[in-house]
Nanobody, 125 residues
């Protein structure tokens, strides 16, 4: 398993940008597909984006498609989420997670594991 630590959250104005990072420990990071989720108080964690083990393939939630970009650097054991054109509804705690084997293409949080502690993103209007 990998251990994950997110960073890069903060307060940003509507239309602004942020880049989140998720640093992984362990030598097996490059074998995992990775994902980002987000959660607001009182609601379930929802899928944002995922990237395959090599970085060659990605998929996104419809709500962020065209605004967010997921990427990874396996040499640095890090996955990123570039967020542009931010909206107030993007305000949430953002989590990264490793996808369980055999679940590529899923958006269900039950198919992800090894969650980080989260980083808060607040978009002010």
């Amino acid at each position: 398993q990998v251990q994950l630590v997110e960073s890069g959250g903060g307060l940003v104005q509507v239309g602004g940008s942020l880049k989140l990072s998720c640093a992984a420990s362990g030598r097996t990071f490059s074998s995992y597909h990775m994902g980002w989720f987000r959660q607001v108080p009182g609601k379930e964690r929802t899928f944002v984006a995922a990237i395959n083990f090599s970085g060659a393939s990605t998929y996104y939630a419809d709500s962020v498609k065209g605004r967010f970009t997921i990427s990874r650097d396996n040499a640095k054991n890090t996955v990123y989420l570039q967020m542009n054109s931010l909206k107030p509804e993007d305000t949430a705690v953002y989590y990264c997670a490793a996808q369980a084997p055999g679940h590529w293409g899923t958006k269900a949080q039950v198919d992800f594991r090894s969650w980080g502690q989260g980083t808060q993103v607040t978009v002010s209007s």
